[in-house]
C-alpha cells in the first residue's frame, strides 16, 4: 500500500510540474461596449458571489471588447463592468451551474465611474460557445422532483439515457428509490456503458472491479451541490465519450445552514399490480417484487469556522431498502440437485450509509484549498438474487452472495488565480476500497455449486460469481489526480493539463469444493455437467498509469467561436511478481513475475464550432467531432494474468454413488472416475502461460478500440428562460479486438445447422433452420494457445449509431420543466470476423448486444428506438408545489436461448458434440423483438412552511401513479419457463417525505 501512495503522489507532482483538468468548466464572459457599438478595451470586470469563499473574481477586457473568467463555481453571480469616463454597470441575477458559460454583454455609457446602473433581466439560457452537450442536475431539481435520487435514477431522466442493467437488483426501472444501490451503468447516443465516468470534484472514484464501474460506492445525494452529466462533445479534458458524472461536494458558507431529510415508506402503502394476465404468466397474485423496508435519512449542516477564510459541509447518509423478490423463494432441500420451493420469499436486504465532511479555505488571496473526505458503507446479505446479473441466470437465495464494502475517499484541490489571466487548479483522490464477497448466511458451504439446466437456476454456490469459492476478499486503491493551467485573454481560453488514474488491487481466495455441479433435466441429457476450478488463493492486478495529457482553445471570433482541443493518452497495466498460492486442484504454489501488459497509445482530436446565429446571444448552431478511446480498468491485466488463466475445466459425468459431487480428478485429462469426457483444458490448474497478447497491438499507437462521435445541433430561446434543442449525433467504432487461439484454424472446426423450435413464442412461430454454427473438433478438444489481437486483421467488425433527440428546457418563477424526445438505431456487422475466427464464435446472451457474433446474425441491428422523458415542478400560491416525471422508453430486448445436445445435432454435424456434449444457442435476431414498452408516471405533491430564517416542506409522493405492472425481466431459456415473467414494475407505492432547511 506504501508502494502505492507513492505512485499517486508521484503522479500528483508530475501534474504540477506540468502546470497542466479542472473539475468544472463554468464561466461568465461576453462582450464590452459603447453607445455607438465600438468595442471597449482596458473595462474592469468583476464577478460576484455568496458561493466564492474569496467573494469576487476579476478581469480585464482585451482589444476586441471581450472578456471570460473561468474556473467559477456553481451559483448566483452578479457582475459589475467599470471603466474611466463611463458609468459603472452593474447585471445581476446570472445564475451558472455545472459546465455553462454565461455569455453576458454590456454596453456602457458616458458619466462617472461612481454613477451605477443596476440593469436586470433573465439569466442567459442558451451557452453560445460551449459545444459540449451537459446536463447539470442541481438541488433545486434534486429536492423538487419524486426520484430515489441516485446519479443514476436522476441521470436515466435525460433523454436519449439508456442503462447498461442495473447490477445487484432485479428492478430495471427504479420505483420510489426501492432499487436501493443499484450500481447501474449509464450510456447514450450508441455509447458504451463501461466508458462512463464516475468523478468526485473531477476525479474518479469507480470500482476497480470493472470499466466505468460505480459499485463501490453509496453516492448520497445530501454530500453534492449538483450532479453535472457530460454525454456528447466532450472535450479534450474529458478521457473519453461515456456519460460522465461529475458530483459537486457541498461547501459551506459564511451563514450557518443546513437541512435535515427523511422519508419512508411501508408494505401497505404499496399497491399489488398484478394482474390475471400476469398470474397465467407465472406471477402470483402475492409474489411480485415488492417493499418489505423504505427509509431514508440525511442529517447535513454546515457554515463558517472563520468567516471568508474557513467553511465547512458535514452530512450523514442512511438508507435501508428491503424488497421482496419475484418468484424467488428458499429451497426445501437445498442439499439435493433439484429446487423445491418453499412458501416463504425471499428478501434481498440492503443498508448503505455515508459520512462526509467538506471544508473550503480561503489560504491567501490568491490560494482556494478544499478537502473532502467520505467514508461509506454497503451491507448486502443476499446480494445478486433473482435474475440482476443477466435475464438468463436466476439466483436463488441458498446460492446469493454475503456482500460487505467498506470504502473510504480522501480529496485535496487547489486553485490559484494567479492574475487576471492565469488560472492554475489541481487536485488529488485517493480511494481504498475493501469487498468481501462471500456464501450467504443461508448457505451451506460443504456443498458444491449447482445451476440447474433448462431455467439456468443457481440453488446453490454463487458466492464469487460461480469462481467455486465461498470467500473472496478484494483491496484495492484506486487514486487519480489532476492538473491545469488556464492561460485567458477574452478572445482565447487556452488550457493545458493531465488527468492520472492508478489501480492496484490484490485478491483473496478460499473454498471447499472447487466444483460446481450443472444439473441437466433428464429430458435433456442422461448425464451431468461438472466445472472444477483451479482457483489462486491469491491474484493482484495493476494499472500504474492511466495519463492524459491535453491542450486546448476556446478561440471566439465576433459571433464565432472555434473549440480546438488535442489529447494524449498512454494506458499502462500490468500485474506484479506473485505467487498463486495452493488450492485442492492447484497442489503446487505458481510464482510469477511482472510484467506490463499493454502500453496503448492514444493522440486524438477534438474540434467544435459554435455561431451566435442572430447575434443575440439567443440562438447557438453548434457541431462537434471528436475519437475517444476506450476506457480500461484492472480488466485488460485481469484478462492475462497467469494466476486467473487455465482455471477452468468442464466434463461431463454420471453421479454413480449418487454423492452430489463429480468423483474424478480433475488434474488427469482423460476421462476417470465418474467423468467420462477429456479435459476441455489441458493447462488446467498448472503453471503454463498460454494466453498472450500481440505485442504490437497491446504497445501500438492508435491501437486501443475506440469510436468517433459527430454531432450537429442547434438550441434557440424561445422566451426568456426558455430554450429549445434539437440534435443529430452519429457514432461510429473502430479497432475491435478478437481472441484467436493458435492452436487451431479454421479446418478445425466442424459446421452445423440447427433447427428451431416451433413455438408461437417465438418470432414467425420458429420452425426455421439456423445454419453457420461451428464446433471444435474433437481432437483438439482442451489445446490453447490464445493471442489478443486487432480483429482487423482478420477483416474486422462493425458498429455505428445514428439518432436524434428534441429537448426543452425552462425556468421561469414558478415553473420548472425539462424533457423531450430520443431516438437512434445501432448496426453491428461480424460477418467477416466469424468466418475468419471460428472461436470468436459467441451465440448466447449478454447485456451488450454487440457480443452476439455468429454467422445466422452477422450483421443485424436495433431499428429505432424511442423514448419519452419529462420532469416538472410548478409552484402554486399559499407555497404548495407540484412535481412530477414521466418515462415511457422500449421494452426488455428478447431473445430465446435453447439447450441443443449432441443428438439433437449429430445428423448436422457429422458427429457428436465435442467436450460435454451440449450448446446453448440464442435462435432470435438480437434487435429484432422486444417486450411491451415501459411507461411511468410519478408525481410529488408538498406543502412549504417558511418560518423566516428557515423552512419546512412535507411532501408527499406516489410513485407508478398508473400502477403499470409492465414486465422488466423474462426468463429467455427457452422451455417450460419460457418468456415468464422474472421481474416487472413494482407496484403504486406511496411516500412520505419531510425536509427542514435553516
Not at 366 to 373: D, G, Q, S, V
Not at 437 to 460: E, K, M, V
Not at 469 to 474: C, L, Q, V
Not at 674 to 686: Q, V, Y
Request: aromatic share 10%.
Amino acid at each position: 500500500m506504501r508502494a502505492r501512495f507513492g505512485i499517486a503522489v508521484l503522479g500528483l507532482l508530475l501534474g504540477l510540474l506540468l502546470l497542466p483538468s479542472a473539475a468544472s468548466a463554468q464561466a461568465i464572459g461576453g462582450t464590452v461596449s459603447d453607445e455607438t457599438g465600438g468595442v471597449l478595451p482596458g473595462v474592469t470586470v468583476e464577478v460576484r458571489s455568496p458561493a466564492l469563499i474569496e467573494q469576487v473574481r476579476t478581469a480585464v477586457t482585451d482589444g476586441a471588447g471581450q472578456y471570460l473568467i473561468t474556473g467559477l463555481v456553481s451559483g448566483d453571480y452578479s457582475v459589475t463592468f467599470g471603466l474611466a469616463g463611463f458609468s459603472t454597470i452593474l447585471r445581476e441575477g446570472i445564475t451558472l451551474s455545472a459546465g455553462f458559460t454565461a455569455n453576458v454583454d454590456a454596453q456602457l455609457t458616458v458619466g462617472s465611474v461612481e454613477e451605477t446602473i443596476t440593469v436586470t433581466g433573465a439569466a442567459p439560457t442558451v451557452d453560445i460557445t460551449n459545444v459540449q452537450q451537459n446536463t447539470a442536475i442541481d438541488r433545486d431539481i434534486i429536492d423538487a422532483i419524486p426520484s430515489g435520487k441516485s446519479f443514476q435514477n436522476l441521470g436515466i431522466l435525460i433523454p436519449g439515457m439508456v442503462g447498461d442493467g442495473v447490477v445487484g437488483s432485479t428492478l430495471a426501472v427504479d420505483v420510489g428509490g426501492q432499487g436501493g444501490v443499484n450500481y447501474q451503468r449509464l450510456a447514450i447516443h450508441g455509447g458504451e456503458s463501461q466508458d462512463m465516468m464516475v468523478q468526485i470534484d473531477g476525479m474518479g472514484v469507480e470500482a476497480a472491479t470493472r470499466d466505468g464501474d460505480s459499485s463501490n460506492m453509496f453516492f448520497a445525494d445530501g454530500n453534492y451541490a449538483e450532479y453535472s452529466l457530460d454525454y456528447s462533445g466532450n472535450s479534450a479534458e474529458i478521457e473519453s465519450s461515456g456519460v460522465r458524472i461529475n458530483m459537486i461536494p457541498r461547501e459551506g458558507g459564511n451563514d450557518w445552514t443546513g437541512h435535515f431529510f427523511g422519508s419512508f415508506s411501508t408494505p401497505d402503502l404499496q399497491s399489488n399490480n398484478v394482474s390475471d394476465e400476469l398470474v397465467t404468466q407465472g406471477i402470483e397474485k402475492d409474489e411480485a417484487n415488492r417493499l418489505s423496508k423504505l427509509w431514508f435519512l440525511n442529517p447535513a449542516f454546515g457554515g463558517p469556522i472563520v468567516r471568508d477564510r474557513l467553511w465547512f459541509w458535514a452530512s450523514h447518509t442512511s438508507q435501508r431498502t428491503d424488497q421482496y423478490v419475484a418468484n424467488v423463494f428458499f429451497d426445501a432441500n437445498p442439499s439435493d440437485l433439484a429446487y423445491t420451493p418453499t412458501d416463504e420469499q425471499a428478501i434481498d436486504d440492503q443498508l448503505a450509509q455515508s459520512t462526509t465532511v467538506r471544508l473550503t479555505a480561503q489560504a491567501t488571496p490568491r490560494n482556494k484549498l478544499t478537502f473532502f473526505y467520505d467514508n461509506n458503507y454497503n451491507k448486502r446479505n443476499r446480494f445478486l438474487i433473482g435474475s440482476t446479473l443477466t435475464n438468463t441466470l436466476n439466483v436463488m437465495p441458498e446460492a446469493a452472495v454475503d456482500s460487505t464494502i467498506r470504502v473510504h475517499v480522501f480529496q485535496g484541490t487547489w486553485t490559484a488565480p494567479i492574475t487576471n489571466r492565469l488560472l492554475i487548479e489541481a487536485g488529488v483522490s485517493f480511494h481504498p476500497q475493501h469487498q468481501n464477497w462471500q456464501n450467504t448466511p443461508d448457505a451451506d458451504i460443504s456443498l458444491p455449486g449447482a445451476l440447474l439446466i433448462p431455467g439456468n437456476i443457481a440453488i446453490r454456490g454463487m458466492s464469487s460469481w460461480f469462481s467455486g469459492t465461498i470467500f473472496n476478499d478484494r483491496f484495492a486503491d484506486t487514486n487519480a489526480a489532476r492538473a491545469s493551467v488556464s492561460y485567458v485573454t477574452g478572445s482565447h481560453a487556452f488550457k493545458f493539463g493531465m488527468n492520472l488514474t492508478n489501480v492496484a488491487e490484490n485478491i483473496n481466495i478460499r473454498s471447499v469444493q472447487y466444483q460446481r455441479i450443472i444439473a441437466l433435466a433428464r429430458f435433456i441429457s442422461p448425464v451431468d455437467l461438472v466445472d472444477f476450478y483451479a482457483t489462486p488463493a491469491l491474484e493482484e492486478n495493476n494499472v500504474p498509469a492511466n495519463l492524459g495529457l491535453y491542450a486546448q482553445d476556446q478561440w471566439t471570433i465576433d459571433r464565432l467561436t472555434l473549440n480546438l482541443g488535442v489529447r494524449f493518452d498512454y494506458f499502462n497495466a500490468g500485474y506484479p511478481d506473485h505467487e498463486t498460492g495452493t488450492s485442492l486442484f492447484r497442489p503446487t504454489s505458481a510464482s510469477f513475475a511482472g510484467q506490463q501488459v499493454v502500453g496503448f497509445k492514444d493522440l486524438q482530436p477534438r474540434f467544435g464550432v459554435a455561431y451566435d446565429l442572430f447575434g443575440t446571444g439567443r440562438t447557438a448552431l453548434k457541431a462537434s467531432f471528436g475519437r475517444y478511446a476506450d476506457r480500461d480498468s484492472n480488466t485488460k491485466a485481469s484478462e492475462i494474468n497467469p494466476a486467473a488463466t487455465n482455471i477452468t475445466q468442464r466434463r461431463a459425468f454420471l453421479d454413480l454413488n449418487a454423492n452430489g459431487l463429480a468423483d474424478c480428478d480433475p488434474i488427469n485429462p482423460a476421462p476417470n472416475g465418474e467423468c467420462f469426457t477429456p479435459s476441455d483444458n489441458l493447462a488446467f490448474g498448472l503453471p503454463v502461460i498460454n494466453t498472450f497478447y500481440d505485442q504490437d497491438w497491446a504497445f501500438g499507437w492508435g491501437t486501443r478500440h475506440a469510436n468517433y462521435e459527430t454531432s450537429a445541433s442547434v438550441q434557440h430561446e424561445l422566451v426568456d428562460n426558455v430554450s429549445l434543442e434539437a440534435g443529430w449525433f452519429y457514432r461510429s467504432f473502430v479497432n475491435f479486438e478478437v481472441v484467436d487461439n493458435r492452436a487451431l484454424g479454421q479446418d478445425d472446426y466442424g459446421v452445423f445447422s440447427v433447427t428451431v423450435p416451433s413455438d408461437p413464442k417465438l418470432p414467425g412461430g420458429g420452425g426455421n433452420v439456423l445454419s453457420g454454427f461451428y464446433d471444435m473438433n474433437p481432437d483438439k478438444l482442451g489445446q490453447i494457445d490464445d493471442i489478443t489481437t486487432s480483429a482487423n486483421a482478420f477483416g474486422g467488425r462493425s458498429r455505428t449509431y445514428n439518432g436524434f433527440d428534441i429537448s426543452v428546457d425552462a425556468r421561469l418563477d414558478n415553473l420548472l420543466f425539462r424533457g423531450g424526445i430520443a431516438s437512434g438505431q445501432t448496426r453491428y456487422d461480424n460477418c467477416e470476423l466469424i468466418s475468419n475466427v471460428p472461436e470468436a464464435q459467441e451465440v448466447g446472451l449478454s447485456e451488450y448486444a454487440g457480443d452476439y457474433i455468429a454467422a445466422p446474425f452477422c450483421d443485424f441491428g436495433t431499428g429505432y428506438l424511442t423514448q419519452v422523458k419529462l420532469l416538472g415542478s410548478y409552484t402554486f400560491p399559499y407555497d404548495i408545489v407540484f412535481a412530477g416525471t414521466l418515462q415511457s422508453i422500449p421494452g426488455p430486448e428478447r431473445g430465446a436461448i435453447v439447450t441443443y445436445t449432441s443428438a439433437d445435432i449429430a445428423a448436422s454435424l457429422g458427429r457428436p458434440l465435442s467436450g460435454a456434449g451440449t450448446i446453448d444457442i440464442n435462435v432470435v435476431e438480437p434487435g429484432t423483438a422486444y417486450g411491451s414498452r415501459l411507461n411511468q408516471v410519478d408525481i410529488r405533491l408538498s406543502k412549504v412552511f417558511d418560518f423566516g430564517g428557515s423552512r419546512f416542506q412535507i411532501m408527499f409522493d406516489v410513485y407508478n401513479l398508473l400502477n403499470e405492472n409492465s414486465v422488466t425481466e423474462e426468463d429467455l431459456n427457452y422451455g417450460p419457463n419460457y418468456l415468464m415473467p422474472t421481474a416487472i414494475m413494482p407496484g403504486r407505492l406511496a411516500k412520505f417525505a419531510f425536509q427542514y432547511n435553516f
